[in-house]
């Protein structure tokens, strides 16, 4: 049986943020903007993993923007209330979407925080995006470079059999839209089950017309392009050394990333690189451990002024 479609607005909650559209790179996105009009602090984009969407920064968007820093939670390129072009899901081009993104709200540079396939796109923006990037941080990422650590030694076995799911036509879009695939998804990576309320979120907004097919896409981009030239170029351009300091912070619990690995790459091209592991948490930080993340970010923060 068919889910019922949700529409975009579906993904403009309301709360202490403001939303706009801007237009960037070709398409149009939607950011939640928190913060001082003229910060003295500097701007910070977040940006959420796949199965979410900006509002699982909710909780980081309130302490940033409450110390000082204007803060923008960006739905990515196909996910939410931002346009859902039938191309670009790859991760250089994200980057480009993210760039633009921070010179539209005026920013000349931005500190970039990511969570998992977030934190993908936040790790490339050192490479790829270096004269808008200040610092990065990912959450429950390892760095992409994928040197030190293959794919299939970075991720759980359950995590890499729904990767396989995501490369066969059709099929993970209509079990991401009409069946508990996403919940299972979330309960695989969590060390313990996520607000009722914010799965439904979740749920009803995978119903946005088109958004199960884009994010779909972007993992199989993601697997496919280990193979093709440009995923070769991809893997090449990541393997410079990232000389802008850096923070990672993984969970002692994640079911989505081997925590043996997490940091191979990140510790061997990162010169300003601080590690964290939050005890007791699984792979979805920003919700499973918002009051310990948002301090931790915090202090990284004050760190580089």
């Given amino acids: 049986m068919l889910s019922p479609a949700a529409d975009y607005t579906a993904a403009l909650i309301e709360g202490p943020w403001r939303h706009e559209f801007v237009s960037a790179n070709g398409s149009r996105f939607h950011v939640a903007l928190a913060g001082p009009d003229q910060p003295t602090r500097p701007l910070v984009v977040l940006l959420h993993t796949f199965g979410q969407f900006w509002w699982s920064w909710r909780s980081q968007i309130e302490a940033l923007s409450a110390a000082g820093y204007r803060v923008a939670a960006i739905d990515l390129r ?15 081009t994200r980057t480009r979407d993210i760039a633009g993104v921070i ?11 990511g969570h998992g396939t977030g934190g993908e796109v936040a790790w490339s923006m050192a490479a790829l995006q270096p004269s808008v990037t200040s610092a990065v941080a990912a959450l429950a990422s390892p760095h992409p470079a994928r040197v030190h650590a293959p794919l299939a030694a970075r991720y759980t076995a359950a995590a890499l059999r729904l990767l396989t799911l995501a490369q066969v036509p059709m099929l993970p879009e209509r079990r991401l839209r009409d069946s508990d695939l996403l919940a299972r998804y979330f309960t695989l990576g969590a060390a313990a089950p996520l607000l009722a309320e914010a799965l439904a979120r ?10 199960a097919h884009t994010c779909a896409e972007a993992l199989r981009w993601s697997v496919r392009s280990l193979a093709r030239p440009d995923g070769r170029r991809y893997a090449a351009a990541v393997r410079r050394i990232v000389t802008i300091p850096a923070l990672q912070i993984q969970g002692e619990r994640d079911g ?36 310990q993340v948002s301090a931790l970010l915090l202090q990284w923060l004050a760190a580089q002024e």
């Fill in 256 to 291: 989505i990333v081997r925590l043996r690995y997490a940091d191979a790459d990140s510790a061997a091209l990162c010169r300003n690189l601080r590690y964290e592991l939050l005890p007791g948490v699984g792979h979805f930080l920003p919700e499973e451990a918002p009051a």
């Fill in 202 to 211: 979740y749920r009803e907004v995978m119903r946005i017309p088109f958004a």
């Fill in 78 to 92: 196909g996910v939410a209330a931002s346009d859902k072009p039938p191309v670009g899901y790859d991760i250089p």
């Fill in 103 to 113: 010179r539209v709200l005026g920013a000349s540079q931005a500190v970039v925080v």
